[in-house]
T-cell receptor, first 116, second 118 residues
Framework: AQSVTQLGSHVSVSEGALVLLRCNYS??????LFWYVQYPNQGLQLLLK??????LVKGINGFEAEFKKSETSFHLTKPSAHMSDAAEYFC??????????????FGTGTRLQVTL | DAMVIQNPRYQVTQFGKPVTLSCSQT?????MYWYQQKSSQAPKLLFH???????NEADTPDNFQSRRPNTSFCFLDIRSPGLGDAAMYLC?????????????????FGPGTRLTVL
């Protein structure tokens, strides 16, 4: 079975500071990993994904994540936080869809607060 | 723009009164998913369709049903809503990507329907 663990249910950073949201995964096969962002009363928007190509993945809104197999991690970073980054962030791992469709297993989420 | 649409965005129903939530897509994806998300929790998969094939999660209550009359539309029916069913319901579609011998579906989410049960 696959799983992801997000360390820190709440993270607070100052505007302009580095954003680091942590995600560790567990998977018996090469994982497909995703980061989604959710604004209040909205659906989930894909930030970026890792699908066994480049280990450093760049996404939208200036976010990026690095896949580190040795650490089983896929942490999300952004060099400089903006007020508009305040949202809930979910890390997810996909199974390989060897039956019908693949499914996502989500972490518990990290709420990012950005302060002035 | 191609998208996933959910109607209504906000739904209020009474305890025990059946309710239907709607999802439509213009992406022409063959997979559609329904998730339940309670406050401050991760989305929980209820079921999904792969074309017309319905796949129920083992722990999805019988109170939840779904219909997919065609590729574009999918409905979530809650036969007798209880107070515990108040949540955000998210619809997603999936397109298939292949990497080596494995395949996965990248999921595209709608804006959700927030259900209140009185």
């Amino acid at each position: 079975a696959q799983s992801v663990t997000q360390l820190g249910s709440h993270v607070s950073v100052s505007e302009g500071a580095l954003v680091l949201l942590r995600c560790n995964y567990s998977s018996s096969v090469p994982p497909y990993l995703f980061w989604y962002v959710q604004y209040p009363n909205q659906g989930l928007q894909l930030l970026l994904k890792y699908t066994s190509a480049a280990t450093l993945v760049k996404g939208i809104n200036g976010f990026e994540a690095e896949f580190k197999k040795s650490e089983t991690s896929f942490h999300l970073t952004k060099p400089s936080a903006h007020m508009s980054d305040a949202a809930e962030y979910f890390c997810a791992v996909s199974d390989h869809g060897t039956g019908t469709a693949s499914k996502l297993t989500f972490g518990t989420g990290t709420r990012l607060q950005v302060t002035l | 723009d191609a998208m996933v649409i959910q109607n209504p965005r906000y739904q209020v129903t009474q305890f025990g009164k059946p309710v239907t939530l709607s999802c439509s897509q213009t992406l022409n994806h063959n997979v559609m998913y329904w998730y339940q998300q309670k406050s401050s929790q991760a989305p929980k998969l209820l079921f999904h369709y792969y074309d017309k094939d319905f796949n129920n999660e083992a722990d999805t209550p019988d109170n939840f049903q779904s219909r997919r009359p065609n590729t574009s539309f999918c409905f979530l029916d809650i036969r007798s809503p209880g107070l515990g069913d108040a949540a955000m319901y998210l619809c997603a579609t999936g397109n298939k990507w292949t990497s080596g011998i494995f395949a996965y579906n990248e999921q595209f989410f709608g804006p959700g329907t927030r259900l209140t049960v009185l």
